[in-house]
C-alpha cells in the first residue's frame, strides 16, 4: 500500500504490485490514471474496501504496461507550446474545464450533436482528465473562446469545433478551423483532418466547406446518419 504520489509510479517501475492511498487532492489526477491502469484505490480515510482490493491487487499482472516514451511526449508538447508562442490556437488546460463544458452544453451544439443529451460536470472533468493525457488528442482553445478537438488516428485526425453563441452568431468559426488545421501541418499531428456532420446541419457544412473540407463519403456516427467531409493538410 503507498500514497498515490511519485511513490506509486516507482512501486509500479520495480514490478510491485499495490494499492494506491488518496492522500491529498493534489494527487487525484494521477490517481485517475492508476485507477485507469487497473490499480486499486481508496481514499485515506475509508479503508473497509482495503482487504477486497488487496486481494485483487495480488491477483493481477504486477507490472503496468509502460512504453518507455514518457519523456519523448513531453519534449513534443513543450516543441508544441514553444511552436504557437502567443498565438492562438493554444492548447486547453485544466484550468478550461467549466469553460469547455459550456461550449459543449450550449443548446446549439447539443443540438447538432449525435448524442443530444447534456453533458454532466463530473462526466465531463473525467473526460478532460483522460483527453489532456492522451497523446493522441489535442484540444485547442482560440483567441477569442471556442474550442477544436483533434483525435488522432494513424496520420488522420477526427475534429469537433464548439463555440461561444455569440462568436458563432458572427461567423467567427472559420477563423478557429483554418487556425486548427494551420497548427496541424505546422506540428506534423496529422495529414489529413476529419469531421462527421449531419446531412441536415446546413451551418456547419457550410462552415467547414467554407474551409476547404470536401465530401468524403458518409455513414453513420451512434446510429444517426452522417456525412464525412475531409481536408487535406499540406
Not at 51 to 80: F, K, T
Not at 150 to 155: H, N, V
Amino acid at each position: 500500500m503507498v500514497t498515490a504520489s511519485t511513490l506509486a509510479l516507482e512501486t509500479a517501475a520495480i514490478g510491485t504490485p499495490f494499492v494506491a492511498v488518496v492522500t491529498a487532492d493534489n494527487q487525484r489526477r494521477q490517481a485517475e490514471g492508476l485507477r485507469r491502469a487497473g490499480v486499486g484505490l481508496v481514499e485515506a480515510d475509508e479503508f473497509s474496501q482495503l482487504p477486497r482490493l488487496v486481494s485483487a491487487a495480488m491477483r493481477q499482472p504486477a507490472v503496468l504496461a509502460v512504453d518507455g516514451r514518457g519523456a519523448d511526449r513531453i519534449a513534443e508538447r513543450l516543441l508544441e507550446i514553444a511552436r504557437a508562442g502567443d498565438v492562438a490556437p493554444r492548447m486547453a488546460a485544466w484550468a478550461d474545464a467549466e469553460s469547455l463544458l459550456s461550449w459543449a452544453n450550449d443548446p446549439v451544439a447539443r443540438a447538432w450533436s449525435f448524442d443530444p443529451r447534456p453533458i454532466a460536470r463530473d462526466g465531463h472533468l473525467a473526460w478532460l482528465s483522460q483527453r489532456l493525457a492522451d497523446p493522441d488528442t489535442r484540444i485547442l482553445i482560440g483567441a477569442d473562446g471556442g474550442v477544436v478537438r483533434l483525435q488522432r488516428c494513424g496520420g488522420e485526425a477526427r475534429l469537433s469545433i464548439a463555440m461561444p453563441s455569440e462568436r458563432r452568431d458572427r461567423g467567427d468559426g472559420n477563423g478557429l478551423l483554418d487556425a486548427a488545421a494551420q497548427w496541424t501541418g505546422a506540428n506534423r499531428f496529422a495529414t489529413r483532418l476529419v469531421a462527421w456532420i449531419k446531412p441536415d446541419d446546413g451551418a456547419s457544412l457550410a462552415l467547414f466547406r467554407g474551409c476547404g473540407f470536401a465530401e468524403a463519403g458518409g455513414g453513420e456516427q451512434r446510429g444517426v446518419p452522417a456525412l464525412r467531409l475531409m481536408r487535406v493538410i499540406a
